[in-house]
């Protein structure tokens, strides 16, 4: 192997690491306030909405009620507080019966 691609590896390796392992260190270390503490943990939803939605509208232009159907299941499972994996499978079960069922 060549070492120069090597060391580029180990360069690329550590530029991503480090930015991610820094923040899970000090972590603990910092203190926030009750505001942004809760902020913090609504992150992971927010980014799952934000990646799943698009799809909602896009899964079968034909059929569009499937993918609402999907959503909504997975939107009242979030809303009684189930996990996100809970509600993601829920999702593509609803959607997998419906895709079954309906021609």
């Known amino acids: 192997m060549n070492i120069e691609i090597l060391i580029l590896i180990l360069g690329m390796t550590?530029?991503?690491y480090i930015p991610r392992a820094i923040p899970a260190v000090l972590?603990?270390?910092?203190?926030f306030g009750e505001k942004f503490e809760k902020f913090l943990r609504l992150i992971p939803y927010t980014a799952?909405?934000?990646?799943?939605?698009p799809g909602v509208f896009t899964t079968d232009p034909d059929r569009l009620y499937i993918?609402?159907?999907?959503a909504l299941t997975a939107g009242v499972l979030a809303w009684?507080?189930?996990p996100i994996i809970v509600c993601v499978l829920a999702a593509v079960g609803v959607n997998m019966?419906?895709?079954?069922?309906?021609?």
């Open 67 to 70: 993918g609402i159907a999907g």
């Open 27 to 31: 972590i603990n270390k910092l203190k």
């Open 80 to 82: 009684f507080k189930k």
């Open 14 to 16: 550590a530029v991503t």
């Open 48 to 53: 799952m909405a934000a990646l799943i939605f």
């Open 97 to 103: 019966v419906l895709y079954a069922v309906i021609p």
